[in-house]
């Protein structure tokens, strides 16, 4: 009150007549939000709608925030998505809306699985499946895959992320381990898109596909000794640029993600044998460090998304952080 006392007249008779108008501004923002909800009612989202349902999801894209990347209603198959990069790339598609088919050659998924397949149908209104199958058995594989087409009469995307890995020199390769590694990393890449964009084309929608590549498909990786592997992987990008130029006329886009070294149980296991690695491999691209299966969710949602619906034909996407590596590794 003291310092009330120091302010001019004029201020003082300003500020007496401005506290007897309070009760009638608090009066008008009062009826402000009943002013608001008048009018016609807002056309209900893919949210609402599940909200509805009983169900609280959370979808990544919805027609409130980034709608491009809602796949509520899409239909998308993950091979290889029993564990580890493929699995977390199918709750990402989950978290997004999408209803997930995992392929695996695993008799069961790791137990991460049902965790996430229980959250995908009481927190995110939307459903995960598996199917066991080995992608090189391709008669079982079509009718997997024709299955779930007829089923939800739409077939919408492919993260083909099957693969394995085997380290040996290339003076002690043997045939049939190198037969073993094309078979599955690239044929058995080739003919899990082939399935897939057959009921695209079947359906007339379009679609996404997207390759699981790798950083070693580009560089010769140092003191990494996996010849086979990474030629598996140069033919994985190459057959990406081919599917995309030959099915974009159906609407189909293809591309490829070339991820760097991810820190997975198989390479905790692999720094147990080789402990320098865990020092040396972290030096090898401009970050300083190694990935997390979780840092390619958001490249997942995208590329199947219509976030990306002008991007065909992409290799070698998410490589950017290892050009330093691909310089080093070429000396």
């Not at 564990?83 to 991460?112: F, H, I, K, M, N």
């Amino acid at each position: 009150m003291n310092s009330l006392r120091l302010l001019p007249r004029s201020t003082m008779r300003a500020l007496r007549s401005s506290r007897r108008q309070l009760p009638s501004i608090t009066r008008t923002f009062s009826i402000l939000p009943r002013l608001q909800t008048q009018g016609p009612p807002a056309t209900p989202d893919a949210e609402t709608t599940a909200s509805q349902k009983g169900n609280s999801p959370a979808y990544l894209g919805t027609t409130k925030r980034l709608p491009e990347f809602n796949l509520v209603d899409k239909v998308v198959l993950v091979s290889g998505a029993a564990r580890g990069l493929g699995l977390v790339q199918a709750e990402a598609l989950l978290e997004a809306g999408a209803t997930v088919y995992a392929l695996d050659r695993l008799e069961a998924p790791s137990p991460d699985f049902s965790r996430i397949q229980k959250r995908a149908e009481t927190e995110l209104g939307t459903s995960l499946h598996y199917r066991r199958i080995d992608v090189r058995e391709v008669d079982e594989l079509n009718k997997i895959v024709q299955d779930i087409a007829d089923k939800h009469g739409r077939m919408d995307g492919l993260i083909a992320a099957a693969g394995i890995q085997q380290e040996s020199p290339a003076l002690e390769y043997s045939r049939k381990d190198c037969d073993t590694m094309m078979s599955i990393n690239v044929t058995g890449v080739f003919m899990t898109a082939q399935a897939v964009a057959r009921q695209m084309v079947r359906f007339e929608q379009g679609g996404s596909v997207v390759l699981i590549a790798s950083m070693s498909g580009t560089i010769a990786n140092r003191g990494l000794i996996c010849p086979a592997y990474n030629a598996s992987k140069a033919a994985v990008i190459q057959l990406g640029r081919n599917l995309a130029s030959e099915w974009g006329q159906y609407g189909i886009r293809v591309n490829t993600i070339s991820p760097g070294y991810i820190v997975t149980a198989m390479v905790e296991a692999l720094f147990e044998k080789f402990p320098e690695r865990r020092e040396e491999w972290p030096k090898q691209n401009m970050l300083g460090r190694l990935s997390r299966p979780e840092e390619y969710r958001g490249a997942a949602a995208f590329l199947i998304s219509d976030a990306s619906s002008f991007m065909t034909g992409e290799f070698g996407f998410l490589l950017l952080t290892n050009i330093w590596a691909y310089a080093n590794e070429m000396v």
